[in-house]
């Protein structure tokens, strides 16, 4: 350990000049100097107390009340974190005094150990430690907490003396005490395998050579002894073996685990059954401190999307700054995966997705092995999900990567695509057929639950080079012909064939580490976090539909602009009333057309031509918009370009439509020419944008189109001035566009 830091007034914690002392501190010193008063002597020519006088003194003043016995036993307890001399004494003190075992000191310990380890002076940290190991061999209730919550310490990808101190206490607190430890308590157990499973591939060098020798030795030890206790971990197990599969200590575990499971365990069916079990999210948020979960959770839950960048700058430079501390990003993206599960609420706002911090964490990747890693974790739960035992939640993120970053990052979405078709052949051989059904319930149950309306964007994506398109042919030729023909009717490919776990046959150790060939980061791979969702090219012509408000919404048609004939022209309006009351998920029901039989003379429709009708009577109305029902559009916000986004929002400022037509029509059509830019639009990234201004331009909707107020004389009233409301600015950009493009026709469409 480093040489203490002499911080004044502080014996606790590390704090600056013009930092108040820490509360808890404050009422564990103040109990310090209440059992040191009650300890002096009366008169200052007196002598000093023996040891059994302070003793009696001590057990007397705490038998007296409860609250005397808090003070005391926490003035033992920051006698012991502060003074390394008194300590074996006071812990005597304390043993026999206690009344409630440990229970106070306990919960204060754990305070300290979760929130404020980081915070503690180097001897105050010496003695937690020495503290800890005095509980667990005195065998005290609520030792084995302490001992779950120092390893929630040991950060991940940090190589500094004190992390790999803390790391190397810990170790000998649990090989010292084994048996007593580890006597009833599977739980444990499984966390410390997890724990050092992981730590193990960070003390890497001849400078941790011995502590990662007894890491190895301890581990595999514990396996081979409590393989069942372990097998509580679930599949992240196996993930975290597979790093240290290439150790020679492991190879022999891997054959038994593989070939020989009855030798680890009578109850062990093999490796299938392992990978069948979904980790517990307590081992996978074990592998973070409390500060790394209360900064993500923050970020996933109160910063808003394109707020981020200095948030995620500094969480990198606190916990990424560090070749070796790439090794962190894994544990990461699994804890993102498995543990943060937004709310409803939270999914439908304009909160940063988890999508948008796995693409940024994917970009702290500079090597290859580390990317694999990542995208490991993150396509994990794909290879053996059953649709009625895993959380869609755990999947989702991955497949939203893919999509939002394949227009402008298209280098993220194609490596994860490639490993995703070859991690199901390549991962292990002989269980190819399972992990290929899998992947492929993992898609089915995207599609189900629509987290997607079409795979199309990134199965077909034109970004794809010709052999990769070929892959994904052979892998998923099924889902590039799945056709979603409206809301709840999803068709899909049938499963593939389960695979009998009997015809396994042996394989080579090398066919058991994922040899799947990746593409470096280096190469441009990008998060898409501040760039906004892409729109994505190369899209069929199925038109996916986001709800069931939107079915049949193309077979409704607006009666023709002139009609001849007044009777016919009711007739259209009847037929179109009955095609709108037949939906009954619709919110917009069409009203009958008001049509007055025109002019016969003909009508010429120059941009700056006037009305020559009589009256009000004679002009030609659209059928209106009777029921309107307007939504909140700000969980799209996350889903629009960025430069569109803005426009958007300061469109649906309250009342803008009302109180400043001139710019709303201003702003729809500059959202307008900038949708019209992006060459790779698609019609399924137009869908948000059409639904933001479907709502925003709900109160033209509702009003006829030639609507001239009753004091106006018509023929005083020019067709320019009449189409100048906010609605019309879309199809000015059209009529005044040329080129004939697959944007243009998606911009007809919205």
């Given at each position: 350990?480093?040489?203490?830091?002499t911080?004044?007034?502080?014996?606790?914690?590390?704090?600056?000049?013009?930092?108040?002392?820490?509360?808890?501190?404050?009422?564990?010193?103040?109990?310090?100097?209440?059992?040191?008063?009650?300890?002096?002597?009366?008169?200052?020519?007196?002598?000093?107390?023996?040891?059994?006088?302070?003793?009696d003194?001590?057990?007397?003043?705490?038998?007296?009340?409860?609250?005397?016995?808090?003070?005391?036993?926490?003035?033992?307890?920051?006698?012991?974190?502060?003074?390394v001399?008194?300590?074996?004494?006071?812990?005597?003190?304390?043993?026999?005094?206690?009344?409630?075992?440990?229970?106070?000191?306990?919960?204060?310990?754990?305070?300290?150990?979760?929130?404020?380890?980081?915070?503690?002076?180097?001897?105050?940290?010496?003695?937690?430690?020495?503290?800890?190991q005095?509980?667990v061999?005195?065998?005290?209730?609520?030792?084995?907490?302490?001992?779950?919550?120092?390893?929630?310490?040991?950060?991940?990808?940090?190589?500094?003396?004190?992390?790999?101190?803390?790391?190397?206490?810990?170790?000998?607190?649990?090989?010292?005490?084994?048996?007593?430890?580890?006597?009833?308590?599977?739980?444990?157990?499984?966390?410390?395998?997890?724990?050092?499973?992981?730590?193990?591939?960070?003390?890497?060098?001849?400078?941790?050579?011995?502590?990662?020798k007894?890491?190895?030795?301890?581990?595999?030890?514990?396996?081979?002894?409590?393989?069942?206790?372990?097998?509580?971990?679930?599949?992240?197990?196996?993930?975290?073996?597979?790093?240290?599969?290439?150790?020679?200590?492991?190879?022999?575990?891997?054959?038994?685990?593989?070939?020989?499971?009855?030798?680890?365990?009578?109850?062990?069916?093999?490796?299938?059954?392992?990978?069948?079990?979904r980790?517990?999210?307590?081992?996978?948020a074990?592998?973070?401190?409390?500060?790394?979960?209360?900064?993500?959770?923050?970020?996933?839950?109160?910063?808003?999307?394109?707020?981020?960048?200095?948030?995620?700058?500094?969480?990198?430079?606190?916990?990424?700054?560090?070749?070796?501390?790439?090794?962190?990003?894994?544990?990461?993206?699994?804890?993102?995966?498995?543990?943060?599960?937004?709310?409803?609420?939270?999914?439908?706002?304009?909160?940063?997705?988890?999508?948008a911090?796995?693409?940024?964490?994917?970009?702290?990747?500079?090597?290859?092995?580390?990317?694999?890693?990542?995208?490991?974790?993150?396509?994990?739960?794909?290879?053996?999900?059953?649709?009625?035992?895993?959380?869609?939640?755990?999947?989702?993120?991955?497949?939203?990567v893919?999509?939002?970053?394949?227009?402008?990052?298209?280098?993220?979405?194609?490596t994860?695509?490639?490993?995703?078709c070859?991690?199901?052949?390549?991962?292990?051989?002989?269980?190819?057929?399972?992990?290929?059904?899998?992947?492929?319930?993992?898609?089915?149950?995207?599609?189900?639950?629509?987290?997607?309306?079409?795979?199309?964007?990134?199965?077909?994506?034109?970004?794809?080079?010709?052999?990769?398109?070929?892959?994904?042919?052979?892998?998923f030729?099924?889902?590039?012909?799945?056709?979603?023909?409206?809301?709840?009717?999803?068709?899909?490919?049938?499963?593939?064939?389960?695979?009998?776990?009997?015809?396994?046959?042996?394989?080579?150790?090398?066919?058991?580490?994922?040899?799947?060939?990746?593409?470096?980061?280096?190469?441009?791979?990008?998060?898409?976090?501040?760039?906004?969702?892409?729109?994505?090219?190369?899209?069929?012509?199925?038109?996916?539909?986001?709800?069931?408000?939107?079915?049949?919404?193309?077979e409704?048609?607006?009666?023709?602009?002139?009609?001849?004939?007044?009777?016919?022209?009711?007739?259209v309006?009847?037929?179109?009333?009955?095609?709108?009351?037949?939906?009954?998920?619709?919110?917009?029901?069409?009203?009958?057309?008001?049509?007055?039989?025109?002019?016969?003379?003909?009508?010429?429709?120059?941009?700056?031509?006037?009305?020559?009708?009589?009256?009000?009577?004679?002009?030609?109305?659209?059928?209106?918009?009777?029921?309107?029902?307007?939504?909140?559009?700000?969980?799209?916000?996350?889903?629009?370009?960025?430069?569109?986004?803005?426009?958007?929002?300061?469109?649906?400022?309250?009342?803008?439509?009302?109180?400043?037509?001139?710019?709303?029509?201003?702003?729809?059509?500059?959202?307008?020419?900038?949708?019209?830019?992006?060459?790779?639009?698609?019609?399924?990234?137009?869908?948000?944008?059409?639904?933001?201004?479907?709502?925003?331009?709900?109160?033209?909707?509702?009003?006829?189109?030639?609507?001239?107020?009753?004091?106006?004389?018509?023929?005083?009233?020019?067709?320019?001035?009449?189409?100048?409301?906010?609605?019309?600015?879309?199809?000015?950009?059209?009529?005044?566009?040329?080129?004939?493009?697959?944007?243009?026709?998606?911009?007809?469409?919205?």
């Amino acid at each position: 350990m480093a040489s203490n830091q002499t911080t004044p007034g502080s014996g606790l914690f590390v704090v600056t000049k013009n930092e108040p002392k820490e509360r808890l501190e404050e009422e564990l010193e103040s109990c310090g100097n209440y059992i040191r008063q009650l300890v002096a002597p009366q008169r200052p020519d007196q002598q000093a107390r023996s040891n059994q006088e302070m003793h009696d003194i001590l057990s007397s003043n705490a038998n007296a009340n409860s609250e005397n016995h808090e003070k005391v036993c926490l003035g033992l307890f920051y006698v012991i974190l502060t003074d390394v001399q008194e300590a074996p004494r006071a812990f005597q003190d304390l043993t026999l005094i206690t009344r409630d075992h440990f229970g106070s000191i306990l919960a204060k310990l754990n305070i300290i150990i979760i929130e404020k380890y980081l915070r503690l002076l180097d001897v105050a940290r010496q003695q937690l430690l020495w503290l800890v190991q005095q509980l667990v061999s005195s065998r005290c209730i609520g030792a084995n907490q302490c001992c779950i919550c120092l390893m929630k310490n040991i950060i991940g990808g940090d190589v500094s003396t004190k992390n790999v101190w803390l790391a190397e206490r810990v170790l000998e607190i649990f090989m010292e005490n084994e048996t007593v430890i580890f006597e009833n308590d599977s739980l444990l157990l499984a966390h410390f395998i997890f724990t050092y499973l992981r730590l193990i591939c960070d003390h890497r060098g001849t400078r941790h050579e011995s502590l990662r020798k007894t890491e190895i030795k301890f581990c595999v030890s514990l396996l081979r002894q409590r393989f069942m206790d372990c097998f509580l971990i679930g599949r992240d197990l196996v993930r975290l073996l597979l790093n240290v599969a290439r150790i020679p200590e492991f190879q022999q575990l891997w054959r038994d685990i593989l070939f020989q499971p009855q030798l680890l365990s009578p109850k062990f069916n093999g490796i299938l059954s392992l990978m069948q079990v979904r980790s517990q999210r307590k081992f996978i948020a074990a592998r973070l401190t409390m500060e790394m979960e209360n900064k993500l959770n923050f970020l996933m839950s109160k910063v808003k999307f394109g707020n981020q960048k200095r948030y995620q700058e500094w969480f990198q430079k606190s916990y990424l700054s560090t070749a070796e501390s790439q090794n962190l990003c894994p544990d990461l993206i699994r804890y993102i995966c498995c543990v943060i599960h937004p709310t409803n609420e939270i999914l439908s706002s304009d909160i940063i997705p988890r999508w948008a911090v796995i693409g940024w964490l994917l970009l702290q990747c500079k090597s290859n092995s580390i990317a694999a890693e990542c995208k490991l974790a993150l396509f994990f739960d794909w290879l053996t999900f059953q649709m009625d035992r895993d959380n869609i939640m755990n999947i989702e993120p991955a497949v939203l990567v893919m999509y939002h970053n394949l227009k402008h990052h298209p280098a993220t979405s194609i490596t994860l695509l490639d490993f995703l078709c070859r991690i199901q052949t390549d991962f292990y051989p002989p269980l190819q057929h399972i992990l290929k059904q899998g992947v492929h319930n993992s898609f089915r149950l995207l599609l189900e639950k629509r987290v997607l309306p079409s795979l199309a964007p990134i199965f077909e994506s034109n970004k794809l080079d010709p052999e990769l398109k070929s892959l994904v042919k052979t892998n998923f030729g099924d889902f590039m012909e799945v056709a979603l023909p409206g809301p709840g009717v999803v068709s899909l490919p049938p499963p593939p064939p389960p695979s009998d776990p009997s015809k396994v046959t042996e394989a080579l150790l090398e066919d058991i580490v994922p040899q799947v060939n990746t593409c470096s980061y280096d190469s441009g791979v990008d998060s898409g976090a501040e760039g906004g969702n892409s729109s994505l090219g190369n899209v069929k012509s199925t038109e996916p539909i986001f709800s069931s408000e939107e079915e049949d919404i193309d077979e409704i048609k607006p009666p023709p602009l002139i009609v001849d004939d007044e009777e016919e022209t009711v007739k259209v309006a009847q037929s179109v009333s009955k095609k709108s009351n037949g939906s009954s998920q619709r919110k917009l029901s069409l009203k009958s057309a008001m049509v007055s039989k025109p002019d016969q003379s003909a009508v010429s429709y120059s941009s700056e031509l006037d009305l020559r009708t009589k009256s009000t009577e004679e002009l030609i109305v659209y059928p209106i918009v009777e029921t309107l029902e307007k939504e909140d559009i700000s969980k799209y916000y996350s889903q629009l370009e960025s430069d569109i986004l803005e426009n958007v929002m300061k469109l649906n400022d309250d009342n803008l439509m009302e109180r400043d037509e001139k710019n709303a029509f201003e702003l729809v059509k500059k959202i307008s020419k900038v949708q019209l830019t992006y060459q790779a639009s698609s019609r399924e990234a137009s869908v948000p944008l059409a639904a933001c201004l479907c709502n925003i331009l709900i109160p033209n909707l509702a009003v006829p189109v030639f609507n001239i107020p009753p004091n106006r004389d018509p023929s005083e009233v020019s067709l320019a001035q009449l189409i100048k409301r906010p609605l019309y600015a879309v199809f000015e950009v059209l009529c005044k566009s040329e080129a004939d493009t697959l944007p243009l026709r998606l911009l007809s469409f919205l």
